[in-house]
């Protein structure tokens, strides 16, 4: 019902199953062609996402593994995982809320996190992270990846006695070569009271 509403009142129109074969520039305007036919559009937003296609790794054993191995992309639902172990391998945005879905429907989730993680607050000092990020663009890059620790140590607490390492890479070094950090939505509170576990590698 939102996105229906969001629609109607930006006026968008979703076209969904259909392919896109070009754009081209026609004067201030792109002419999108798809094999439903044209599109003329002033902007175009290109937003597969960087993990549009779910890729499932080969784990060594997997074969005799005994329990249920899923991918995120399937994951509908915590009930059928009440009281049981479940492990988590990854800790992106969907690893983490899974991770606290479960916990919070009675599951013991334990996150793998293979390498360091930036995770972030929702809002810092009242302003949303997104507008945070954004403003922090016009200062030097060294000087936001050596202030923004400093900073989330004090909104988040120093997660490294939890198992939670930060990649050696800077926050904004990361998001340019497309590692998105994790944007708290519980997930730190629930590993801080021990409803989620962390596991290295």
Sequence with gaps: AYLDAYAERFGLEPRFGVTVKSIRREGEKFLVQTDAGGISARKVVVATGNNAQPIMPDFPGIEDFKGKVLHSAAYTEA?????????????????????LDLAESGAHPTISVRKGVHIVPRQLFGVPIQM?????????QALNDWMFPKILD???GRLERYGIVRPKQGILQGIEAGRIPV??????AAIKQGRIGIAPD
């Design 154 to 156: 004090r909104a988040l």
């Design 183 to 188: 944007i708290d939505i519980g997930t730190v």
């Design 132 to 140: 945070v990020g954004i403003a922090s663009r016009t200062m030097p």
């Design 79 to 99: 009930a059928p995982y009440a009281g049981k172990d479940v492990l988590i391998v990854g800790m992106g945005n969907t690893g983490a809320e899974i991770a």
